[in-house]
């Protein structure tokens, strides 16, 4: 079936008018004698250059089809990790919004009636009680100013992030905290891992596939190390090497990538070491 064909078929089956339109405007490009990867190229929010490359790979290969699976595998799979992550999460910080939620009734409602009865005993008041008192008077004084106080650091938090060397030094502090950081070690070297391999088996160079990988990382940090490790490869380290030095890969990791280099199947050991990271987290 043609490719403005196929187009045409996915922009009247689907109820999206967003996804109707861009089908549409993909079949136009196509029409005027432009490449598939071409066409999504002129789409950077919908289609991002690990798309793009591959598309062009599988174009140049004449396997544009067997491309175009595995990016769907390759999707859905980041869906399903994503949504891991989001119940992982969500229990935490269900947990801490009724904590907090529960320590400001207590002190708000709860504390002032018991300080009433203490007052009319008259009895001297131990230390742990007196702090409590203090904590519900301030935030009954102060509370509305504590949350604006709370909205304004989050916000001020959020400009501060979009500066890149303020986000560098974040994403390399985010590293090295205790919890967040191995999950965050974990996150970005199987998704450089799985997108490595696929870029690999579409027939993609390693250098290029090094750098497009590298730009998929949500962390700043764990992306400018791995272009460091592409300028290794490209004076002629081995990936295994390059990867070694930034000291952000497990050993078990490295060792399959390195297995992966000596036997000629470095796209396959990369996708299980992305497996197995991925089980891990």
């Known amino acids: 079936m043609p490719l403005e064909t196929c187009l045409q078929a996915v922009s009247e089956q689907s109820e999206k008018l967003h996804v109707k339109s861009l089908g549409m405007a993909l079949r136009s490009r196509i029409q005027e004698g432009y ?6 190229r002129e789409h950077p929010r919908v289609f991002d250059s690990l798309f793009c490359s591959m598309v062009a790979a599988g174009e140049k290969s004449g396997h544009l089809d067997v491309v175009l699976n595995r990016l769907a595998d390759y999707t859905e799979q980041r869906q399903r990790l994503k949504s891991r992550l989001l119940q992982a999460m969500l229990y935490p910080l269900v947990l ?6 529960v320590v400001t009734i207590l002190l708000t409602a709860v504390v002032p009636k ?7 005993l008259g009895h001297a008041l ?3 009680t007196r702090m409590l008192i203090a904590m519900s008077d301030a935030l009954q004084a102060s ?5 604006a106080g709370l909205l304004g650091l989050l916000v001020l938090g959020q400009r501060l992030l979009k500066n890149p060397a303020m986000r560098l030094r974040w994403d390399k502090t985010l590293l090295r905290l205790p919890v967040t950081g191995r999950v965050a070690r974990g996150l970005n070297t199987a998704r450089f891992s799985r997108t490595l391999s696929i870029l690999t088996a579409s027939s993609v160079p390693l ?3 090094i750098q497009t990988a590298a730009a998929v990382s949500a962390n700043r940090y764990v992306e400018q190390q791995l272009l460091l490790a592409a300028d290794r490869v490209r004076e002629g380290s081995s990936l295994r090497a390059a990867l070694a030095d930034l000291r952000l890969f497990p050993p078990m990791m490295l060792y399959m990538i390195a297995s992966g280099e000596q036997s000629g199947e470095l796209e396959t050991m990369l996708e299980q070491a992305a497996v197995n990271q991925e089980t891990g987290i």
Do not use: K, M, N, R
């Open 35 to 40: 490449t598939l990867s071409d066409s999504l």
């Open 96 to 101: 801490l919004v009724v904590a907090t939620g």
């Open 114 to 120: 018991i300080i009433e009865q203490f007052d009319h």
């Open 126 to 128: 131990p230390a742990s």
């Open 143 to 147: 509370g509305v100013y504590w949350l």
């Open 207 to 209: 250098l290029e596939g």
